[in-house]
């Protein structure tokens, strides 16, 4: 069956970087998309980017331009989301989100468990 | 961007009761998906397709609407289905989210 795994909870300081990941199984990496998402507890969910496996290609959120990069390892089947220059605004629960579509609309049908980062001093 | 707005924010309602939650988009899009989340959970994803019910997905859950205005329904209300319900879009880019419709038990 599909799997998306995250990463641990991070603790960071203000100004510092931190990387995500998100470790998948039970279906062709390669060929497919990853989105990735932002919420903080008790508000809605916003979309960072989304990248393709099969050749690294981005598209982001104007929003999280400059604040989030994606890339991915195939061999490892395995998303990553660099998040940069850290505020305690950065605080939040991250996702990442297998995407499917057909071209007239996508969703998001496997999620992972969520990484909380907390960023404070 | 699209902008999607859930009606109610909040409601409450009794087993057996009939729910409907309301997506509306500030543009007209294809499709519309909901996902359910319980507090602490990450998202699922409940309908797709506008009217397609997810893997396991209960079939007193059906969904409906189209251009700007969607809905979600429940046909008879039980303890399980108290959560957070959000509306997606993802026929413009960038995908967008509601602000979500939280389900009570009465």
């Known amino acids: 069956q599909v799997k998306l795994q995250q990463s641990g909870a991070e603790l960071v300081k203000p100004g510092a970087s931190v990387k995500l990941s998100c470790k998948t199984s039970?279906?062709?990496?390669?060929?497919?998309?990853m989105s990735w998402f932002k919420q903080i507890p008790g508000q809605s969910i916003e979309w960072i980017g989304m990248?393709?496996?099969?050749?690294?290609?981005?598209g982001y959120n104007q929003k999280f331009k400059g604040k989030a990069t994606l890339t991915v390892d195939t061999s490892s089947s395995t998303a990553y989301m660099d998040l940069s220059s850290l505020t305690t605004e950065d605080s939040a629960v991250y996702f990442c989100?297998?995407?499917?579509?057909?071209?007239?609309?996508?969703?998001?049908?496997?999620w992972g468990q969520g990484t909380l980062v907390t960023v404070s001093s | 961007e699209i902008v999607l707005t859930q009606s109610p924010t909040t409601m409450a309602a009794s087993p057996g009761e009939k729910v409907t939650l309301t997506c509306r988009a500030s543009s007209s899009v294809s499709y519309m998906h909901w996902y359910q989340q319980r507090s602490g959970a990450s998202p699922k994803l409940w309908i797709y397709e506008t009217s397609k019910l997810a893997s396991g997905v209960p079939n007193r859950f059906s969904g409906s609407g189209s251009g700007t205005s969607y809905s979600l329904t429940i046909n008879s209300m039980e303890t399980e289905d108290a959560a957070t319900y959000y509306c997606q879009q993802g026929s413009s880019y960038p995908p967008t989210f509601g602000a979500g419709t939280k389900l009570e038990l009465k």
């Open positions: 989100a297998r995407m499917t579509g057909t071209g007239a609309s996508y969703w998001f049908a496997y």
């Open positions: 039970g279906y062709t990496f390669s060929t497919s998309y």
């Open positions: 990248i393709y496996a099969g050749d690294g290609g981005t």
